[in-house]
T-cell receptor
Framework: GENVEQHPSTLSVQEGDSAVIKCTYSDSASNYFPWYKQELGKGPQLIIDIRSNVGEKKDQRIAVTLNKTAKHFSLHITETQPEDSAVYFC????????????FGSGTRLLVRP | DGGITQSPKYLFRKEGQNVTLSCEQN?????MYWYRQDPGQGLRLIYY???????QKGDIAEGYSVSREKKESFPLTVTSAQKNPTAFYLC????????????FGPGTRLTVL
């Protein structure tokens, strides 16, 4: 079945710097890749997603890139702010996995003011 | 105010007791899901339902049960057969199926005393 690995597990950056979180997946049939942000004690919130028919998607300071050949996708946050501090999860799904979302183990991002 | 609600936010139970977690959505979504989250880990799928009166086991269904009698409600029962029930439980919904974006509720933290 699908396996999603996420790196790094923790990431500390200075305010204003960029942050990059990377995920790899095993199922070449995966075609949907969402990213979620989870603040302490709250449910995950979708921040951006990408489907396999595009290689990049951007929404203001957040962007996601997808490399289907290498089976990896990345989250890029530019001009980081303290309120970006949270745990970020990537996920992948495909028809072969009965469309189940398989989540990475999460990245704890700390933005230092 | 549309969204997904979970109650209660915190729940305590004694060993050997069954407990039911509530999940309600007014988004008119067809599909609903239950995930379990343990500290420092990603989300694992317990059960999911793509239509009323139908549901399927996820990856860690043992010790749990669900029902889907109404489109807007998907309660989860944690039974005494679940050997390690202390966790953060998250409910989600999506418009049609699992390739659609999943939206999460605020979660219920269950602690077994």
């Amino acid at each position: 079945g699908e396996n999603v690995e996420q790196h790094p597990s923790t990431l500390s950056v200075q305010e204003g710097d960029s942050a990059v979180i990377k995920c790899t997946y095993s199922d070449s049939a995966s075609n949907y890749f969402p990213w979620y942000k989870q603040e302490l004690g709250k449910g995950p919130q979708l921040i951006i997603d990408i489907r396999s028919n595009v290689g990049e998607k951007k929404d203001q300071r957040i962007a996601v890139t997808l490399n289907k050949t290498a089976k990896h996708f990345s989250l890029h946050i530019t001009e980081t702010q303290p309120e970006d501090s949270a745990v970020y999860f990537c996920a992948a799904s495909s028809e072969d996995s009965s469309y189940k979302l398989i989540f990475g183990s999460g990245t704890r991002l700390l933005v230092r003011p | 105010d549309g969204g997904i609600t979970q109650s209660p936010k915190y729940l305590f139970r004694k060993e050997g007791q069954n407990v039911t977690l509530s999940c309600e959505q007014n988004l008119n979504h067809d599909a609903m899901y239950w995930y379990r989250q343990d500290p420092g880990q990603g989300l694992r799928l317990i059960y999911y339902s793509q239509i009323v009166n139908d549901f399927q086991k996820g990856d860690i269904a043992e010790g749990y049960s669900v029902s889907r009698e109404k489109k807007e409600s998907f309660p989860l029962t944690v039974t005494s057969a679940q050997k390690n029930p202390t966790a953060f439980y998250l409910c989600a919904s999506s418009p049609r199926g699992q390739t659609d974006t999943q939206y999460f509720g605020p979660g219920t933290r269950l602690t077994v005393l």
